[in-house]
């Protein structure tokens, strides 16, 4: 008979933890050590679920890096105990968050599967139930005795993704989440279908959880008629270390004089600058066009194909190992957890 699988929820906060008080009708933010009692179907899943909760559930607007800690700590502790891990957050930043957390998770082994909700959990036309459920599926999913997901994703509406490839996509829909550059990983339906080819598959080695994220970065998103002014202002802050520039295209951006020597300077100063595109999908290919040529001469690294949300997830990465500059070029153009297509 197949081992019944043990499975750490991590209730951070975000809209999924809230539940309609029948007897007032008010919203109220759920007590998540009773969820087996609030949520009977989760007893119907052939596993165990333990539950931990931050002492104060917040907004993932508010979740700075701290928070990030905190929840890696949390399965850096529980790691041994159990089989899997369902990491429960705001909708509004669980791309940036779980991408960071990704990269923090060296050589994992188990899946960590992020999810929250539109509705609250009280909600009765809620998504949160079907999100929770299936994620716990998912984190409970072994073939052998091995897990069938061993990297972080991020489970939404149907659909499991690689966390790093993901954007949140929509304030309404149900469908909050896209994942342009890379498909998704399983597909839930009658059956749950994993697309066991696109999985990241585990090396075997100790976890080694990373705690380190520089945040003194920035994100500059170009626009037709930004100003000397304003690029100046941006790549002086002072002890600034890394910015992902956005700009147009395949990695397109003005060729005049002052924004190159602006970058340039910046770039001599050690900063490092990663061109990553405004578009939704697809890649930048620097030197694909003039306009792209000389942000390559001049040392500006190309983000390829990976989100914004990542590339500052993994900025704040690599900057905390503390990498010499052409390795730091290297290694961010290179796949660390499948969040970049070898181009
Ligand atoms: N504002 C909420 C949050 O991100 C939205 C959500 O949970 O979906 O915390």
């Given at each position: 008979m197949a081992k019944k699988r043990n499975i750490l929820l991590i209730y951070?906060?975000?809209?999924?933890?809230?539940?309609?008080?029948?007897?007032?009708?008010?919203?109220?933010?759920?007590?998540?050590?009773?969820?087996?009692?609030?949520?009977?179907?989760?007893?119907?899943?052939?596993?165990?679920?333990?539950?931990?909760?931050?002492?104060?559930?917040?907004?993932?607007?508010?979740?700075?890096?701290?928070?990030?800690?905190?929840?890696?700590?949390?399965?850096e502790e529980n790691y041994e105990q159990f089989d899997g891990f369902v990491v429960l957050t705001g909708s509004d930043t669980m791309s940036y968050i779980s991408s960071a957390i990704s990269f923090m998770l060296e050589n994992l082994q188990k899946p960590v599967i992020f999810t929250g909700s539109q509705l609250p959990i009280g909600y009765l036309r809620t998504d949160a139930k079907e999100n929770l459920i299936t994620s716990i599926e998912i984190a409970?999913?072994?073939?052998?005795?091995?897990?069938?997901?061993?990297?972080?994703?991020?489970?939404?509406?149907y659909k499991l993704y690689r966390a790093n490839r993901t954007t949140k996509l929509s304030a309404e829909q149900f469908e909050a989440f896209t994942s342009m550059n890379y498909p998704p990983l399983a597909e839930s339906g009658v059956h749950l279908h994993f697309n066991e080819n696109l999985l990241l598959k585990s090396k075997g080695d100790q976890l080694i959880v990373r705690k380190n994220l520089v945040t003194d970065i920035a994100i500059l998103k170009l626009f037709p008629g930004i100003s000397a002014n304003v690029i100046s202002s941006i790549l002086n802050i002072p002890n600034l270390k890394g910015v992902v520039l956005e700009t147009y295209g395949a990695g397109n951006a003005p060729t005049e004089d002052w924004f190159i020597e602006l970058l340039s300077e910046a770039i001599e100063k050690g900063i490092h600058i990663i061109n990553v595109t405004q578009c939704s999908g697809g890649s930048v290919i620097m030197g694909h066009y003039e306009t792209s040529t000389q942000l390559k001469q001049i040392g500006v690294i190309g983000g390829k194909d990976i989100t914004t949300e990542s590339a500052v997830a993994k900025l704040m990465y690599l900057l905390g190992i503390g990498l010499e500059k052409e390795e730091f070029a290297h290694y961010f153009q290179e796949s660390l957890r499948g969040e970049i297509s070898n181009l």
């Open positions: 951070t906060g975000g809209t999924i933890g809230m539940i309609k008080d029948y007897g007032s009708n008010a919203l109220k933010a759920f007590n998540f050590s009773q969820i087996l009692d609030n949520i009977p179907e989760l007893n119907q899943l052939d596993c165990n679920i333990e539950s931990i909760s931050f002492d104060e559930p917040m907004d993932s607007s508010n979740m700075n890096t701290d928070f990030y800690i905190q929840i890696a700590e949390t399965i409970s999913a072994y073939n052998n005795d091995k897990p069938i997901i061993s990297e972080v994703c991020l489970y939404f509406e």
